[in-house]
């Protein structure tokens, strides 16, 4: 049985080296073809006739006028007559034409009339005594629930507490299944009591049952000392640069090519498949670069289906429909919002004894993601319940870390208000708290010791309130945070061709991250080649299926399937190259472009040479993440990092600037310095994004979002990031627990630090995120408490 | 990017309401493809584009390329569209993001807010006349080596951007970096390796 394993750190050639990405040429001279960039001849431009309204039922539709304009090619009636709208920007008709002047022209002279209905957007906190809704959960709202990933026992709970309004299909849970419901999911939904749905209007608001651990009532009188506080963050696009979108095109009554902005190249074929009633296996998928995800792109959506009927009825031309960047704000995802009202309570020592939290918060219509609260810290004695808004306003979608950045804005302030009422440094009475921390507890330890190095944290921090005179205060915060990231199940093709060169096939895709690069490291490093020997074929669903990218599974399951296959491919060479070297197979090793007898180079060959041997039909074999028949895989789960905060705040114009930020993170096995720190610097500068400027607005009149485009709907620039300073944790304790995915988790601290670090540096708490001029002057004149919304 | 006064179009000042209107009617019933008409408005001859498709022809890269759009079409759907020229990207299309960025006459401007039909007189230079994937140029090498891209949708105008800037400013501080590249967003966070490709780049100094 093969021995499947990291080589060891003494034969590393490439493998935690720092190497520039495979595909940076190609991206730095604008020559990277993007979904968005498809332009063949005779493409035709699709566009999508949006509903203004966020609540709204369509009584009429007269498309007409627009059908007779010259050079119009199709029109589909997405959402006809009798249809009830429940956010604005929602999906009405499909139009393509010969280029989008008349598309929109067509649009124009489309007539749609509406019933306006009332609508709901506020996320403000409930009021007290409101009716809550214990209504059944519909189909959407269920699907709302998986799609924003809260967490599997509330979903369970909500399930068993509410009944559901619908009767799911075998289809529906193997549906349910292939998006990686939890089977304690599927399980209730079998169990669940059917309830009819209600006609009365529904409340927005659903509340959980209280969880209770403990005896938080006699833990909070007891304790030494006990803050109270808000905290939260409140809902943010994704705002990948390339919005959604597609280019479909039929070369054949029923087969399809379509080239498609995704994050799931191989998971895409599947969900067109039903709804065009063509075989998956006529539906082919193809992607060679993405402008962003961030997990808004895993699904075909409702556009992408509109646009391959359009092509289908324009004769089966190419046609390609890319939202427009307002749409991208309305409909294309966002990340749900999540406030708290915090009680917490600590001993005269700084030891956590009791949380209490009421949270709420906003994921769209299907009501929102619950903050998995409190983070991290196991306090022994908890009272929690969370209440899901419903608003009308376009889902929530995974957005990098779901839930955890907004637990950790909430939970690491409160902690930092605990402390400071304790006048204790926030990082001892973290570092006093570890045994309650979970199994990540000793690598936080060691990165503790680090940031504060890198920070010069004990040297620089002052009790809160920077007492020096003038109007700029100076403060520092931090903040912890972990993540699964264990790789995804990913097969590919490993092929060796009898001239040497060597081509991996799998159907992934590369968001920036260094995919691509680290496949290409593992491959040459593992067959002693250099890399630009070995050529990756991806970004097709006709190759192996490799998973969605997403939960930072990727690398973890990329770099395991690329080991396995690259160690099979090696192993079957051996056996052909053998006899000619007089030795066993297991008697041979790679080294530097020669095949070899171990301890003996004069018995060798030149890897050519060798693969010339195998006569004139290439190798191919298999790599696959995991195999249950020969473990282990080589991926693992669970990571730490530390993050610091260093601001400045401008208490005349409430204005934050960021001196500095450090991170230290572990995730296993780096395989690629250098594109391992471009994720951790890139999910810092995010973080100072959503942590400073970015925030959705809606418009309570309108119930339409007010700043759908980036002049008001602020992302970080080149001028607001300070300075950076990041360490990956590798060596003993790291690298032997095999590679795990890095992009969610050091994007969940940054909010969190610099939250605590404008309260340290003012002396109140700005309650929520993004801490705009408003805000941070709302919190100085109240003192910090009672500050709103 | 202030400095807009080279190629206002001289039409637009002189027409009345009424005279549009007018034009309108008329031209409606025209072939599709027109070039400038002369209009007799406020006792003058101007020159107006449209309505319909116009003929466009524009330098770009050194070439002289045409095509037939509509006067509404911007400089970077001609580029992208009928000229094929994909590096450009359209992320905001209004003028905040940089993601468009060309050079016209050399100064880097947002090709989504200059009509496609103003920018015929001048000289276009795209990405694509910078460097290419085997022969990048110093900017672009640097780019690669300082990891200043992850999903690359920015880096294209980040990289016509930065190589104006670096013209401009051959010996950057960390202030002139500061101002000089605010005009280009992006979303997977690569300021940090930009300002050091612009800082180390050419020798300048952190301050």
């Not at chain 1, 999910?683 to 418009?699: F, H, N, P, Q, V």
């Not at chain 1, 994007?747 to 605590?756: D, E, F, L």
């Not at chain 2, 890269?61 to 590096?87: H, Q």
């Not at chain 2, 276009?124 to 994937?133: F, H, K, M, Q, R």
Request: hydrophobic residues 35%; proline residues 6%; neutral net charge.
């Amino acid at each position: 049985m093969t021995q499947y394993s990291w080589p060891d750190p003494a034969l590393r050639p490439l493998l935690g080296k720092r190497i520039d990405r495979v595909d940076g040429p190609s991206k730095s001279s604008g020559r990277a073809k993007y979904t968005y960039d498809y332009n063949p001849q005779g493409l035709l431009a699709g566009k999508i006739l949006r509903c203004p309204y966020a609540h709204a039922k369509i009584t009429s539709l007269d498309t007409s006028a627009a059908e007779k304009l010259p050079g119009v090619k199709a029109i589909e009636v997405i959402q006809g007559p009798g249809t009830e709208i429940f956010w604005a920007g929602d999906e009405i008709v499909g139009v393509a034409a010969v280029d989008e002047s008349t598309c929109e022209d067509a649009i124009r002279a489309i007539k749609v009339e509406y019933e306006v209905l009332p609508h709901f957007v506020s996320d403000a906190e409930p009021p007290k005594n409101i009716a809550t809704d214990t209504g059944p959960i519909s189909k959407d709202e269920f699907e709302d629930m998986l799609d924003n990933q809260v967490p599997d026992e509330q979903v369970v709970a909500h399930i068993q507490h509410n009944g559901i309004s619908f009767k799911p299909t075998e289809k529906d849970l193997a549906s349910y299944k292939g998006e990686g419901a939890d089977s304690s999911i599927l399980t209730a939904l079998q169990k669940a009591k059917f309830v009819a749905a209600e006609s009365k209007p529904k409340s927005p608001y659903k509340k959980t049952a209280v969880k209770t651990t403990g005896s938080p009532d006699k833990a909070f009188a007891s304790a030494a000392a006990v803050s109270e506080g808000l905290y939260g963050a409140s809902c943010i696009v994704h705002s990948c640069l390339e919005t959604h979108g597609s280019a479909t095109e039929w070369p054949g009554d029923k087969e399809m090519v379509v080239h498609i902005s995704t994050q799931n190249v191989s998971g895409i074929a599947a969900q067109l498949a039903e709804p065009l009633s063509v075989p998956a296996g006529n539906i082919n998928v193809l992607q060679q670069n993405v402008g962003g995800g961030f997990g808004s792109k895993f699904s075909v959506d409702r556009w992408d289906v509109t646009t391959a009927r359009l092509s289908q009825k324009a004769g089966g031309k190419p046609v390609k429909n890319m939202l427009d960047r307002k749409a991208e704000f309305e409909v294309a995802g966002m990340r749900p919002s999540a406030f708290a009202r915090v009680k917490l309570a600590a001993d005269k020592n700084g030891k956590l004894v009791a949380w209490e939290s009421r949270s709420w918060g906003t994921g769209g219509i299907g009501g929102g993601g619950t903050p998995p609260l409190p983070y991290i810290f196991e306090v022994p004695n908890q009272r929690s319940q969370n209440t899901a808004i419903s608003t009308n306003q376009g889902s929530a979608r995974a957005w990098r870390a779901p839930n955890h950045p907004q637990a950790a804005v909430i939970t690491m302030g409160a902690i930092e208000d605990l402390a400071a009422r304790l006048k204790m440094d926030p990082y001892d009475m973290m570092l006093a708290n570890m045994d309650i921390a979970g199994p990540r507890a000793q690598t936080y330890r060691e990165e503790f010791a680090i940031a504060d190095q890198l920070m010069d944290w004990k040297k620089n921090w002052h009790q809160r309130g920077d007492t020096t005179p003038g109007n700029i205060k100076r403060g520092m915060g931090l903040s912890i945070h972990t993540w699964g990231g264990r790789g995804h199940n990913s097969t590919q093709d490993f092929i060796i061709n009898p001239d040497g060169s060597v081509v991996i096939k799998l159907g992934t895709q590369d968001l920036g991250t260094g995919c691509l690069t680290i496949i290409s490291i593992v491959a040459a490093d593992t067959l002693g080649l250099p890399l630009d020997a070995v050529k990756v074929m991806y970004g097709n669903n006709h190759y192996p299926q490799s998973g969605g990218s997403g939960g930072s599974t990727t690398s973890g399951g990329v770099t395991s399937s690329t080991r396995r296959g690259a160690i099979n491919a090696r192993d079957a060479l051996f056996a052909k190259v053998a006899p000619s070297l007089n030795a066993q197979p297991e008697d041979l090793e790679v080294r530097a472009g020669r095949v070899q007898v171990k301890g003996d180079t004069s018995r060798s060959l030149s890897w050519k040479e060798a693969c010339a041997r195998m006569g004139a039909v290439p190798l191919t074999v298999r790599g696959q993440n995991p195999d249950k028949n020969e473990p282990p895989d080589l991926t693992n789960s669970g990571v730490g990092g530390v993050q610091m905060a260093d601001v400045s705040v401008d208490t005349e114009t409430g204005i934050v600037r960021i001196n500095k930020m450090v991170a230290v993170q572990d995730c296993g096995l780096v395989v690629n310095v250098k594109t391992a720190e471009s994720q951790v610097y890139g999910a810092l500068i995010m973080g100072i994004s959503y942590a400073l400027y970015e925030e959705k607005i809606l418009d309570p009149v309108t119930g339409r979002v007010l700043n759908p485009n980036l002049e008001f709907y602020r992302l970080a620039g080149l001028s607001d990031i300070g300075e950076l300073k990041v360490h990956m944790m590798t060596g003993k304790g790291y690298d032997e627990r095999g590679v795990i995915g890095l992009s969610e988790p050091p994007v969940v601290s940054p909010g969190a630090a610099i939250s605590n670090a404008v309260a340290n540096a003012i002396g109140v708490r700005v309650p929520f995120l993004p801490l705009t001029p408003d805000r941070v002057l709302e919190a100085l004149e109240q003192g910090g408490a009672n500050a709103s919304l | 990017m202030k400095d807009d006064n080279a190629r206002k179009p001289e039409a637009t000042s002189g027409v009345s309401r009424r005279d549009f209107m007018k034009i309108s009617a008329v031209t409606a019933a025209l072939p599709v493809v027109l070039g400038p008409n002369l209009v007799h408005a406020a006792g003058e001859d101007v020159p107006i584009q449209g309505p319909g498709k116009v003929t466009v022809t524009l330098n770009v890269n050194g070439k002289k390329l045409t095509a037939t759009l509509e006067p509404r079409v911007t400089l970077l759907d001609a580029l992208r569209g009928p000229l094929d020229i994909t590096g450009a990207k359209r992320v905001c299309d209004r003028g905040t993001c940089g993601a468009c960025t060309v050079l016209l006459d050399d100064k880097p401007v947002y090709a989504c807010s200059i009509l496609a039909i103003d920018a015929q007189e001048a000289k276009i230079t795209t990405i694509e006349a910078l460097g290419d994937a085997d022969k990048l140029s110093p900017v672009m090498q640097a780019f690669v080596e300082h990891d200043a891209q992850q999903c690359g949708f920015c880096t294209p105008g980040f990289i016509v951007a930065t190589t104006a800037f670096l013209k401009q400013h051959p010996k950057p501080t960390a202030d002139d970096i500061r101002h000089g590249l605010n005009g280009n967003f992006c979303r997977c966070g690569t300021y940090n390796g930009i300002r050091a490709v612009a800082l180390l780049q050419q020798g300048g100094k952190q301050s």
